[in-house]
């Protein structure tokens, strides 16, 4: 079974610093993804960022990248220069090649402050 | 615009009366699928279709049935809501039911039930 584990319940970040959201997976599986969701207050899903278990390299887009850690199994956010739009609610989630759905983390609250 | 439609966005409800809630997409996506997210729990599968006519249970199907008779819609019925499913609900869509490709998802319908 594969599980998703968020640590953070809530966390706080001044606006233009970096926070680090963490994200730990448990799978058996070799051929997987990671995938980061924001969830405003107004309740929808949106897509962030992406990692499959085969990259090389740590994904980036704009100011989110994912710090991959295969052997560790974490695969954590880090928004750089907050913003305070980025105050959200954060999932983290994976699914696997041969999976049928997306297995969520409990999420963590972010509130960045001015 | 692609995107995946969710109606209603809200309602409200009393018990044991049935209700049904649309999920259209626009993308010709072969699977979809149901989430509910509850507080401290993040999202959780309830169905999913990996193509029209085909679908099948997730983690959380009591109380809930679905169908796919064409490809674009899957609607969730609660043929007898109870409280326990005041919930908020996505529905999601990828091009494919098989390997990691990215779930879009609707804006979500946040139901009570009384």
């Known amino acids: 079974a594969q599980k998703i584990t968020q640590t953070q319940p809530g966390m706080f970040v001044q606006e233009k610093e970096a926070v680090t959201l963490d994200c730990t997976y448990d799978?058996?599986?070799?051929?997987?993804?990671l995938f980061w969701y924001k969830q405003p207050s107004s309740g929808e899903m949106i897509f962030l960022i992406y990692q499959g278990s085969y990259d090389e390299q740590n994904a980036t887009e704009g100011r989110y990248s994912l710090n991959f850690q295969k052997a560790r199994k974490s695969a954590n956010l880090v928004i750089s220069a907050s913003q305070l739009g980025d105050s959200a609610m954060y999932f983290c989630?994976?699914?696997?090649?041969?999976?049928?759905?997306?297995?969520f983390g409990a999420g963590t609250i972010l509130r960045v402050k001015s | 615009e692609a995107q995946v439609t969710q109606n209603p966005r809200y309602l409200i409800t009393v018990t044991g009366k049935k209700l049904t809630v649309t999920c259209s997409q626009n993308?010709?996506?072969?699977?979809m699928s149901w989430y509910r997210q509850d507080p401290g729990l993040g999202l959780r599968q309830i169905y999913y279709?990996?193509?029209?006519?085909?679908?099948d249970k997730g983690d959380v199907p009591e109380g809930y049935k679905v169908s796919r008779k064409e490809k674009r819609n899957f609607p969730l019925i609660l043929e007898s809501p109870s409280p326990n499913q005041t919930s908020l609900y996505f529905c999601?869509?990828?091009?494919?039911?098989?390997?990691?490709?990215?779930?879009?998802f609707g804006p979500g319908t946040r139901l009570t039930v009384t």
């Open positions: 279709s990996m193509n029209v006519e085909v679908t």
């Open positions: 999601a869509s990828s091009l494919r039911g098989r390997g990691i490709n990215e779930q879009y």
């Open positions: 989630a994976m699914r696997s090649l041969y999976g049928n759905k997306l297995v």
């Open positions: 799978t058996s599986d070799q051929s997987y993804g």
């Open positions: 993308m010709n996506h072969e699977y």
